[in-house]
């Protein structure tokens, strides 16, 4: 049984209409409406204070909009409950953040793994699924180590790897590369586009990194809780 019925069927990934957000008297987001089509690279830019990560949080049910809706490949997942926003979270979308995040009692591949399992994907198929991404990656030969035996660069791709594990409609990526040397950031931001090419990978990342912003298939900027394109 599905979660919820789709309202649409056409390119749009996401749909977002008329989203407000504020924190105490601080009014963060304006009324935004966006839509992002699928299998694009979307960079979000702006100033420090401009609303980019909250309204990315809210595209990714990490944080609800105080009005507004959110629609996600046609559902609308401002209108679900706690327990199958996280369900469709995790089956969904993928996360990638500016420090890691991985778990370090973990090695890199039962990193990759952790959302599968937590999605309910067998143990074999997990691991089949996260050497896959591993060796994409180019990273099967480091797939026993855990983080503290792995690059910054590295780190960042194994949780790339972890973000497409269970074959997200759209991956959110906050500041992917801000704690990444030159050559890091190269081959990272490259990552994403051969995967967009590749699996047809839908990505929404708010950068400071303006080569990157540049490089996406579509640049949106914001200035004081608004959309300025």
């Known amino acids: 049984m599905e979660i919820a019925e789709k309202s649409f069927t056409d390119n749009k990934m996401i749909e977002i209409r008329n989203i407000k957000k504020s924190f105490g008297s601080l009014e963060v987001l ?22 980019k990560t909250t309204l990315l949080q809210i595209m990714g ?23 199958k926003r996280s369900a469709f979270r995790n089956k969904h979308m993928g996360f990638v953040f500016q420090f890691h995040q991985l778990l370090p009692e973990f090695t890199a591949l039962e990193n990759v793994m952790m959302p599968a399992l937590i999605g309910g994907t067998s143990r074999k198929e997990a691991k089949r699924r996260a050497e896959e991404l591993l060796a994409f990656m180019g990273l099967s030969d480091r797939a026993s180590h855990k983080p503290n035996e792995l690059s910054g660069g590295e780190k960042q791709r194994v949780a790339v790897a972890r973000a497409l594990v269970n074959k997200p409609d759209v991956v959110f990526a906050d500041e992917p590369s801000g704690s990444l040397d030159t050559q890091n950031k190269q081959e990272l931001h490259r990552l994403f586009f051969d995967l967009r090419d590749q ?8 950068t400071h990194d303006e080569q990157l912003a540049d490089l996406a298939d579509r640049k949106i900027s914001m200035k004081d809780g608004q959309i300025v394109e």
């Open 30 to 51: 304006k009324g935004i409406d966006l839509d992002i089509e699928k299998g694009k690279i979307v960079s979000i830019v702006g100033p420090s204070g401009a609303g």
């Open 61 to 83: 049910t990490l944080d609800k909009a105080d009005s507004g809706s959110v629609i996600i490949d046609g559902i609308d997942v401002s209108k679900l409950g706690d327990a």
């Open 199 to 206: 699996m047809g990978q839908t990505f929404v990342i708010v």
